[in-house]
């Protein structure tokens, strides 16, 4: 059986800080970082708050998130040098659409493009 990549074991709460720094050396919020993970995943803040809290792993996480978004799927392009759209790992998929994002937000796009608001999803 292949061992699982540690950063599924590792808590949220430990890289978040890292997400937030990436954001904010290129003029975006906290605040903004916090809506990736939410719109992502449907947590809402006061859960999302929670799971920073109770040091949650990134795999429990996403397995437990309440409403991940459909429109997630409209999430394409290369993180790592590896194009999101090709993971199969279901909880990788997860978290590169997450760094994805986060990119996104560090490049300057507006939230809206970001949250893929223009596109309707059929769910």
């Known amino acids: 059986m292949p061992t699982k990549h540690r950063i599924?074991?590792?808590?949220?709460?430990?890289?978040?800080?890292?997400?937030?720094?990436?954001a904010e050396r290129k003029?975006?919020?906290k605040a903004e970082v916090d809506i990736i993970f939410c719109w992502l995943t449907g947590y809402t803040p006061k859960q999302f708050e929670?799971?920073?809290?109770?040091?949650?792993?990134?795999?429990?996480?996403f397995a437990k998130a309440p409403k991940p978004n459909p429109a997630r799927k409209?999430?394409?392009?290369?993180?790592?040098?590896?194009?999101?759209?090709?993971?199969?790992e279901p909880t990788m998929r997860e978290m590169r659409y997450l760094d994805k994002l986060v990119d996104e937000l560090a490049k300057g796009r507006t939230m809206e493009k970001i949250l893929r608001a223009a596109t309707s999803v059929k769910q």
Do not use: M, N, S
């Open 8 to 22: 599924f074991t590792t808590p949220v709460a430990k890289v978040y800080p890292y997400y937030i720094a990436k």
């Open 27 to 29: 003029g975006r919020t």
């Open 50 to 61: 929670k799971q920073l809290k109770l040091q949650t792993d990134f795999e429990t996480f």
């Open 74 to 88: 409209l999430i394409t392009g290369v993180v790592c040098g590896i194009r999101v759209e090709d993971i199969k």
